[in-house]
């Protein structure tokens, strides 16, 4: 077949790729990460680029997403468009994937330190004629009773040579009480683990020293297989309908941690080897698509998981970089959309142990919902949408650089942007704060319709005339063209509002049937933990005032930040909180939603953009 | 017939008591059923269709006015009512979604459609079954997840053996469902929201 190359521009890459491969495809040979919320459907428009050459006519789903001036001036969207000769292309970096910030530090707690892998400091007899205990035997003895001989041949196999060079002062590496390892002299110090959430958006890994606990170093990096798609159902179909991409999903999520290990490693000089043991946390389909276990009876009724106890497999086995005797722990999880990510909520927050009402949600694509009553736990998932990590909005981006983050609205409309340089977008908690204060000055009904600007005659001149009406309803700008990145306005449209109403309807509407299946009101709730990056940022009081969480006194609402990845760490460190995670993943009820009654009468007041409940 | 007017605002604005009131205003006036759910009903239901696609009214208005709708409808049965056309609708096998469906169903309803609402997790044979007992002039299906849409080829296919696909119109809708894959599927026509729904089915439907 014949190939061709293609060029990207501003940076000049090229790949050389058979004819009709994907623009999309080619991007990612040479190394660019276009965005692909939709996951290569073309639906979203947000990969577009221009390719003017070498590469097939549009496609009648290009001709939707694209005006015919755009189609025109080359613009194509590369999920869509096919190489078909030598191609030019150039990438606007709206197009490309960008740094972004997220949670890191997370809500601490204590723990007792026994993970289950340790390092014991053997100095050994040297054999005699009078001591001629073999090799094993000698360092199983010194180990004492309980220790037990390796699972595998290759430690033995390095036995023999080890202990003569090292002179029989060495260090044997337990996991579980078994040996998995000896290495030369004493490297007792020298204990690593990992502790990972796998989040369907981001990945982040602590690097841990494990006989103290303590976090050395935190990394963290999108997933990038979100090339096969934004959410957790466009994987699934992915994974499904071809063998080959639930490999390419595998070998993606792999490839992050890899890169993740490198850089925990780089900037601490903790050799990847030092790593005996990695607990992850993620939802059910993440570990799912970690272990290479297809998630299809997750994607349809009655949506059955493929396993849901813990699982331990030899690092080696995934083709994880650490020390190839190192061992992955993958949590447990609750069911088939409550995952152990949502495990490690449970147990950061000690849900478990709550004698009071408490609730916790984890807002993401999917809006997880913990219900904490005593000692009973119930847990949900919701599906929430994009709209609060970006997609599904006109400006919407993820919380990184350009991102307006908060908004507020007086005389002027005052936004406040991550990185203090122009904005070019809007992340979930400024979407959220927008929205509030929108609807505070009246430019939006509380029924989420946007106002023309002869009705908001009340508003402030400023703000009023960043009302606009173009062909596609209403608009507001909350940076006009002066004010933003490239010079082009950045708009908050009627349509994105009420995107914004169908998520936050479902979350606030989840949150109401969990507290109902309890038999109680939001007035009970003593704590509503908000976990996630995004609970994290958002400003409390714009999501009660929208009626995104049910109005609960806001010195109750507390965030916990990346609550699910400091799970995965108690996990890591700690032996009896691995077990206290197995039994939150045995003991919690899964509740499905869409079962409740309910459900759909509910969502009509769910959908006001309110304090909620309302009074009745 | 002013009470036909203010039957018609009471739907609109969401008023389920109101919408109650007239209703009940309108049969004791002696209008005729049909005659109420024509130009009362589904005049008001149009107004709100058109609403919505204009982007002034959004799904909770859509839900009240509803809700307002069916208050209305139900003080009804039993009398008389010429439908458009007969619907048979569902949300496709494996998928448990239903709040579009719901709202779809709704409006068809309020349009003077007969609506055979066989829920959600309906297979291709269920959906066979529900158009020919009812001798539907439409199946209505939704889907809202990329693994599940699927099943409405299948049911395209299952309604072509069963000799039903010249008898029955079929729509699609949904939030991953589009126009090119309701083409790829042969399905007779694809909305992307309530309103457009009821639009679609009436061309599809000549009187």
Not at chain 1, 7 to 12: A, K, M, Q, V, Y
Not at chain 1, 96 to 119: D, F, Q, S, T, W
Request: hydrophobic share 45%; glycine share 8%; charged share 20%.
């Amino acid at each position: 077949m014949a190939e061709f190359t293609v060029t990207f521009l501003p940076d000049n890459g090229s790949v050389t790729v058979a004819s009709g491969t994907l623009l999309a495809e080619a991007a990612r040979e040479a190394g660019l990460r276009l965005q692909s919320p939709c996951g290569g459907q073309g639906r979203c428009g947000k990969c577009r680029l221009q390719a003017p050459t070498g590469v097939d006519s549009p496609t009648p789903v290009e001709m939707r997403i694209l005006s015919p001036a755009q189609l025109n001036d080359g613009w194509r969207l590369a999920c869509q468009t096919r190489v078909v000769g030598d191609a030019l292309v150039t990438v606007p970096e709206s197009s490309l994937v960008v740094e972004h910030r997220i949670m890191v530090e997370g809500a601490e707690r204590e723990l007792l330190v026994e993970p289950n892998v340790r390092k014991l400091s053997l100095r050994l007899p040297a054999p005699s004629l009078e001591d001629p205990r073999a090799d094993l035997n000698r360092v199983l003895e010194a180990l004492g009773d309980d220790a037990l001989p390796p699972a595998r041949l290759e430690p033995l196999q390095h036995l023999p040579g080890l202990l003569r060079r090292s002179d029989y002062q060495v260090t044997a590496v337990l996991a579980d009480s078994r040996l998995v390892a000896v290495e030369a002299g004493d490297t007792t110090e020298e204990t690593y683990g990992l502790a990972v959430d796998v989040g369907t958006t981001t990945v982040v890994a602590y690097l841990c020293h494990l006989p103290t606990g303590a976090v050395v170093a935190v990394a963290s990096d999108l997933n990038s297989q979100a090339q096969y798609g934004g959410d957790v159902i466009s994987r699934i179909q992915a994974a499904t309908s071809d063998p080959e991409d639930l490999r390419g999903l595998n070998r993606a999520i792999i490839a992050v941690i890899n890169d993740l290990v490198a850089r925990a490693s780089h900037e601490t000089g903790v050799s990847p080897q030092a790593i005996y043991e990695i607990a992850i946390v993620g939802n059910t389909c993440m570990s799912h698509l970690l272990l290479g276990v297809s998630p299809a009876g997750l994607g349809t009724v009655p949506f059955v998981s493929s396993f849901r106890s813990p699982q331990t497999v030899r690092a080696a086995s995934l083709g994880i970089d650490v020390n190839p005797e190192g061992s992955i722990y993958v949590a447990p999880n609750i069911g088939s959309f409550v995952g152990a990510d949502t495990v490690g909520v449970i147990l950061a927050g000690e849900l478990d142990r709550s004698d009071n009402l408490r609730i916790a949600v984890d807002i993401g694509t999917n809006g997880e919902i913990v219900v904490a009553k005593e000692g009973e736990l119930y847990a949900c998932s919701t599906a929430a949408g994009p709209a609060f990590e970006g997609a599904k909005i006109s400006c919407g981006m993820r919380a990184s650089v350009g991102a307006i983050d908060a908004v507020r609205i007086d005389d002027e409309v005052d936004c406040h942007v991550i990185g203090d340089v122009r904005p070019r977008g809007l992340c979930g908690s400024g979407l959220v704060d927008a929205i509030a204060e929108l609807v505070r000055v009246g430019a939006v009904a509380e029924t989420g319709r946007m106002l023309t600007r002869g009705e908001a005659s009340a508003l402030p001149e400023k703000v009023r005339e960043r009302l606009v009406e173009n062909e596609h309803g209403m608009e507001f700008a909350l940076a006009r063209a002066d004010e933003a990145y490239a010079d082009e306005p950045l708009t908050l449209t009627a349509r994105d509002v009420r995107e914004t109403q169908l998520a936050k309807a479902a979350i606030y509407g989840g949150m109401e049937l969990m507290l109902h299946q309890v038999g109680a009101e939001p007035g009970d709730v003593a704590q509503l933990l908000l976990a996630g990056a995004f609970g994290n940022y958002i400003r409390r009081e714009s999501a009660l005032a929208i009626g995104l969480i049910p109005s609960v006194a806001a010195e109750r609402i507390v965030s916990i930040g990346n609550a699910a990845g400091v799970g995965a760490r108690l996990m890591l460190c700690s032996l009896s909180e691995r077990r206290r995670a197995q039994e939150i993943a045995r003991s919690t009820v899964h509740v499905e939603l869409s079962r409740r009654e309910g459900f759909y009468d509910r969502f009509a007041d769910a959908m006001m953009l309110r304090s909620l409940p309302s009074e009745r | 017939m002013a009470v036909l007017e203010e039957l018609q605002q009471a739907i609109i604005s969401g008023n389920r008591d109101k919408a109650k009131e007239f209703t009940r205003k309108a049969l004791d006036e002696g209008l005729e059923a049909r005659t109420i759910v024509v130009q009362g009903i589904a005049a008001a239901m149009e107004v709100v269709g058109e609403k919505f696609r204009a982007n002034e009214f959004f799904v909770p208005e859509l839900l009240i006015a509803q809700r307002a709708m069916k208050a209305s409808l139900s003080m009804m049965s039993g009398a008389p009512v010429d439908y458009i056309g007969t619907v048979v609708i569902g949300t496709v096998k494996g998928d448990l979604h239903d709040i579009g469906k719901n709202l779809v169903a709704a409006m068809l309803e309020g349009a003077g459609f007969k609506v055979v609402d066989l829920k959600v997790d309906v297979s291709p044979a269920q959906f066979v079954a529900a158009a020919n007992e009812n001798s539907a002039n439409l199946v209505a299906m939704s889907a809202l997840l990329t693994t599940t849409m699927g099943s409405m080829r299948d049911t395209v296919a299952a309604l072509s053996d069963a000799g039903l696909r010249d008898k029955v119109k079929v729509i699609v809708g949904g939030a991953p469902v589009t126009q090119s894959y309701a083409d790829e599927i042969k399905a007779d026509g694809y909305a992307p929201d309530a309103a457009s729904a009821v639009e679609k089915a009436k061309q599809l439907l000549p009187a």
